[in-house]
């Protein structure tokens, strides 16, 4: 469990915390479960997505249990800068989808006295790192990872299976397209998925 830090009485004493794992985790209700506790202090929020992620709402994000908060689509992570001036947390969904400069603009935040909340799959759909939330782990004070539940083996999951040929890195989806996998079920599924290719 992730307790909010209790001192920062301080301007300029911003952090990162990186809330990671795979889909069907829970991440992005994690973070709208602390963005709205923050909204609830009368702390000044703003939240913000990659343009391309529309599944749910394009306005909002919005957890696979359908809770959801406003937020701002952009295009480049250099956009956050301009947007978030002075706010006092910073929310980010899907950061796996960002371009390498959001590792920067986190950290200019978090040094700029924000306190700056990060939501993303640690890895894509073939076990790999993902995008820049590798860097972003390592720049934050704080990383929870929270995990899924493997529909094979009833263990904790921590992979995110697709289960089409598409190849491509990023594909949004939902059910259909993916399922959460223990490590061995991953592995099994991987090998099957080999031998089922021409």
């Given amino acids: 469990m992730f307790l909010e830090n209790p001192i920062n009485t ?5 952090w990162i915390e ?17 963005l709205k506790r923050a909204q609830f202090a009368q702390q000044s929020v703003e939240i913000f997505k990659p343009l391309v992620d529309t599944r749910y709402a394009e306005e909002d994000v919005v957890s696979h249990d359908q809770n959801s908060i ?15 001036d002075g706010v006092d947390v910073v929310g980010l969904d899907e950061a796996q989808f960002f371009d390498e400069g959001i590792v920067e603009v986190c950290n200019k935040l978090a040094n700029s006295g924000s306190r700056v909340i990060v939501a ?17 782990m390592a720049t934050a004070e704080y990383v929870t990872k929270v995990h899924a539940i493997c529909v094979k083996t009833g263990n904790l999951a921590h992979h995110s299976h697709r289960k089409n040929a598409n190849e491509k890195l990023v594909m949004l989806g939902e059910e ?11 592995n099994k599924a991987l090998q099957q998925d080999d031998e089922a290719k021409p």
Wanted: hydrophobic share 35%; proline share 8%.
């Fill in 10 to 14: 301080h301007k300029n004493t911003g």
């Fill in 70 to 84: 406003r937020c701002t689509p952009v295009e480049s992570s250099s956009n956050i800068l301009l947007l978030a």
């Fill in 176 to 186: 259909q397209e993916y399922e959460p996998l223990s490590r061995a079920a991953f």
């Fill in 120 to 136: 993303g799959l640690d890895m894509d759909f073939k076990g790999k790192p993902f995008g820049p939330m590798p860097n972003l």
């Fill in 18 to 34: 990186v809330i990671c794992g795979s889909m069907f985790s829970g991440k992005t209700e994690e973070l709208i479960r602390r």
